[in-house]
């Protein structure tokens, strides 16, 4: 998936200040941009870092979104702290989260003073519904191209673990703590165990 | 310099036990910046959530720089943003160390292989709210199709203007590499144009 393939940072040579500079600027557009929750804010990513920049993988976006919900704090400032380290290490996470926290913090300041005026303007409204519809589209497309990503790995079992979450905490409104829980736990009894447990899920 | 520390603790115990991100902190907050330190009333605090819906960035971040501006000016909004997200730094960069070091290890690959599927899950949640916001508006672009509120849907209206974007962002990002802000940008623009002629 590496189109550009961009700055090898791992071993350290060639992340320089410019190339942090640049982790910033693209978590401050993401950040400035995520209307609508942490898991918008992911969808993004994914498109900018994944399949834009090739900086990471869908595996890896997949995992970081995981933890980032496991952890405490915001999403988006979680998965901002894993993709920057994944990708440049403590220095990475770092100009990440900077990145990630500029665009509120200086919004909802400058805000603060006017707030009652903004609130009121119709124009604002009109731009916010009409980008809902956009996001919406953003999170769909993100779900296509992950839901193949986990259906390459484990089929059948894949889309049933997916469909269970997706119905257990957007339908019934089960705690996704206890969705986490229950299908690492599957993880660790089902593929945590044996050398090749790959070839065994394809019958389902 | 009081209130600043106390911005400070305050944010910072809300970014340590709000976990699950979004609307699952704002208990958290306003336990804190309504009941506890009496920041804000209620109804400023009721303005502050309709804010963090027309502003990017998590809620919890929204609250940190907006009561911290209003409580102490610039260096408030600084000390409770970071007050906020230095739990998180610390936590997620050992969780981050954690990942790149033992994710190879069977045990906590497994583990990732069954959570992968149920993240796409839960980021299909996000869409939900998406679409029951900007598809069931109740805009005057909105047509009437009957009985879709009686199959489980949360309205008869169906926003069309909503819906045309929906499908054309939709196509552009399969079809082509192109930033998706700039496809949110184009339907905010064109949601700008259509709601502002036909109405909220």
């Known amino acids: 998936m590496s189109k550009e393939s961009g700055p090898q940072p791992s071993a350290g040579k060639s992340a320089g200040l410019s190339f942090y500079m640049r982790i910033l600027w693209e978590t401050f557009k993401i950040s400035a941009f995520t209307f609508g929750g942490g898991y918008v804010i992911v969808s993004l990513m994914r498109k900018q870092f994944v399949e834009k920049l090739g900086w990471i993988d869908d595996k890896q976006m997949l995992d970081y979104t995981a933890i980032s919900q496991s952890a405490p704090g915001s999403i988006a400032v979680n998965a901002s702290i894993l993709v920057g380290y994944g990708i440049a290490g403590v220095p990475g996470a770092a100009a990440a989260v900077v990145g990630t926290v500029l665009p509120p913090l200086v919004l909802l300041t400058l805000i603060s003073y006017i707030y009652k005026w903004f609130i009121g303007i119709t124009a604002v409204r009109c731009l916010l519904l009409g980008m809902q519809a956009g996001v919406a589209a953003v999170i769909c497309d993100a779900v296509i191209t992950l839901a193949q990503t986990v259906w390459k790995q484990s089929r059948w079992a894949a889309l049933i673990i997916a469909l269970g979450a997706f119905a257990a905490v957007g339908l019934l409104s089960v705690n996704v703590m206890l969705v986490i829980a229950v299908c690492l736990l599957y993880g660790v009894l089902v593929y945590g165990r044996k050398p090749s447990a790959k070839d065994q899920e394809v019958h389902g | ?200």
Request: some cysteine; proline content about 4%.
């Open chain 2, 1 to 200: 310099m009081k209130i600043l520390l106390q911005l400070f603790w305050s944010f910072l115990q809300i970014g340590l036990f709000s976990f699950g991100g979004g609307y699952a902190a704002l208990p958290l907050i306003q336990e804190q910046v309504v009941t506890l330190h009496q920041w804000m009333a209620v109804d400023e605090f009721a303005d502050l959530v309709t804010i963090s819906q027309m502003t990017p960035g998590p809620i919890a971040l929204n609250a940190a720089s907006f009561v911290g501006a209003r409580m102490a000016g610039i260096p408030g909004s600084l000390f409770a943003t970071f007050g906020c997200i230095a739990p998180a730094c610390l936590i997620v960069l050992a969780l981050a160390w954690v990942y790149k070091k033992y994710r190879k290890l069977r045990v906590i690959e497994g583990a990732l292989r069954g959570l992968r599927p149920a993240v796409v899950g839960l980021i299909a949640t996000a869409a939900i709210t998406m679409f029951s916001s900007s598809f069931f508006s109740g805009s005057g672009a909105s047509v009437l199709i009957p009985g879709l509120a009686s199959i489980g849907l949360p309205g008869d209206a169906v926003d069309l203007c909503a819906v045309g974007s929906f499908a054309v962002c939709l196509f552009i990002l399969r079809k082509y590499k192109i930033s998706p802000i700039l496809v949110m940008l184009g339907s905010g623009i064109v949601g700008l144009i259509v709601y502002s002629i036909v109405g909220l």
